[in-house]
């Protein structure tokens, strides 16, 4: 063993602001003395980060962007990429040829062309990229793909996930692309619920289903419901139908545009039994022996989780405790994103894998290119205007998460299903021409 496996893992760090204040205080505050050296933090406004006087006085190089860093000599074996959506592929371009390893926030970025650009990077630089979805790297979710590619559960036939997160007027105006299709440049920065709050619930499922461990399952089509009730261009609620290889049908529905809180809810039907996430699966109450993730068990859930976690029961009643994805340290992704510089540690949610969600949410995007605004009938605003909200429409999503049906096939005649989208072969947004 040489000195350099003993050594501090150089980083430089791209945003501080927003979730990258939670990357930044992590890597300040909760690794081991001499484990990482945190050689410059990239910032357009870095005087709008509270840990900036920090980061200063531990003598840490601020930039406005990669390059001036690159430029002035800053050399890092990790970049850890927390910027907004439209920034994700170009900044980690950046960091793989300036010979950086990558940890980037999820999603993947904007566009599938964008995705494949990466993955051709990272190869031609012969570095990783891991991408942030902190539930992929979970022990629970871990312990469920095994037991589904072991073929514990037999094959999957349906698969859902439901979302509500009310969002108001600060929520949208914290930044100049929040709710933007594109940005005053004319990028695609397709900022919604599918492909910011909530895409971690789309992308769970997709990464539950994918045929190996670190691939997520291949979607082939997809229709979308979406609307937006929020003054934005892009849409605030969505449900949508995806159908996936092998002939799995997998629903999603998430809004900002709602009243209270819900959520997130997954469940997955298989051949051999089902899996839920915050559903209720009869007799599934109780006290649990243990906290074993993945174990077999006659009681429900463990003290420690936060929340109901995720359970299985199979066909003969017996059911099996994974735990909850968020009992782990959000910043397991990051962990262990420092420990892989030096050490061989399995890629749980690379390019590929992030993928399947770009693809989808590329394909809902085009079933719906101009989000409709929710008639005005239907909604009701708080006597401040901060926040609005769909009459019914919770109601509707939770019943259409329950049957596999969209809200229009439940009789709701404010969501219109879009184009159907074929997404085999799909390897450019826009496709045939639209834009």
């Known amino acids: 063993m040489t000195d350099a496996d003993h050594a501090p893992v150089s980083i430089v760090m791209v945003a501080i602001g927003g979730y990258g204040y939670w990357y930044l205080k992590t890597l300040l505050e909760e690794f081991p003395d001499g484990a ?7 910032d357009p406004f870095p005087e709008r980060s509270v840990l900036a006087p920090l980061l200063q006085e531990h003598g840490i190089r601020l930039f ?20 907004p959506i439209h920034h994700h592929v170009p900044q980690s371009v950046q960091a793989l040829r300036a010979g950086c390893h990558v940890l980037c926030d999820k999603p993947l970025g904007t566009s599938v062309q964008e995705g494949l650009a990466l993955i051709g990077e990272r190869d031609a630089a012969r570095r990783w990229v891991r991408i942030g979805y902190q539930w992929s790297y979970s022990r629970a979710v871990q312990a469920l793909k095994r037991d589904i590619l072991d073929g514990r559960w037999g094959a999957p036939r349906q698969a859902a996930a439901f979302c509500l997160w009310p969002r108001g007027r600060d929520y949208y105006s914290r930044n100049d692309w929040a709710g933007r299709i594109r940005d005053a440049e004319g990028r695609w920065v397709l900022d919604s619920p599918l492909n910011n709050a909530m895409a971690h619930f789309l992308h769970n499922l997709l990464y539950l289903l994918g045929p190996t461990p670190a ?8 229709v979308a419901e979406c609307s937006r009730t929020h003054r934005i261009e892009n849409y605030d609620s969505v449900a949508c139908r995806i159908e996936l290889a092998g002939e799995v049908e997998l629903l999603f529905f998430a809004s900002h545009a709602v009243e209270r809180e819900s959520g997130p809810c997954f469940r997955i039907l298989f051949e051999e039994g089902e899996v839920v996430l915050g559903g209720s699966l009869e007799g599934s109450t109780g006290s649990p022996a243990d906290g074993t993730v993945g174990q077999d068990s006659g009681s429900a859930l463990p003290a420690w989780a936060a929340g109901p976690g995720i359970i299985g029961v199979d066909r003969r009643g017996r059911r099996v405790i994974y735990g909850h994805p968020d009992a782990d340290h959000q ?34 995007q085009e079933s719906v ?38 809200p229009s096939q439940l009789g709701q005649t404010w969501s219109v299903p879009g184009r159907k989208v074929d997404l085999r072969d799909y390897h450019e947004f826009p496709s045939r021409g639209r834009g």
């Open 215 to 222: 691939e997520s399952a291949r979607p082939v089509g997809v």
């Open 36 to 42: 990482v050296d945190l050689r410059a933090a990239i």
């Open 331 to 364: 910043f397991r992704k990051l962990f262990e994103a420092v420990e892989a510089v030096r050490n061989e540690v399995p890629l749980r949610c690379g390019p590929e894998a992030a993928l399947a969600q770009t693809v989808c949410m590329n394909g809902v």
């Open 369 to 406: 290119p101009e989000p409709p605004p929710m008639p005005e009938e239907f909604v009701r605003r708080a006597p401040a205007g901060d926040m609005c909200w769909v009459d019914g429409l919770a109601a509707a999503y939770r019943e259409g998460y329950r049957q596999g049906q969209l």
């Open 64 to 83: 406005p962007d990669l390059e001036s860093a690159f430029s002035a000599g800053v050399g890092a074996e990790l970049a850890v990429i927390a910027s």
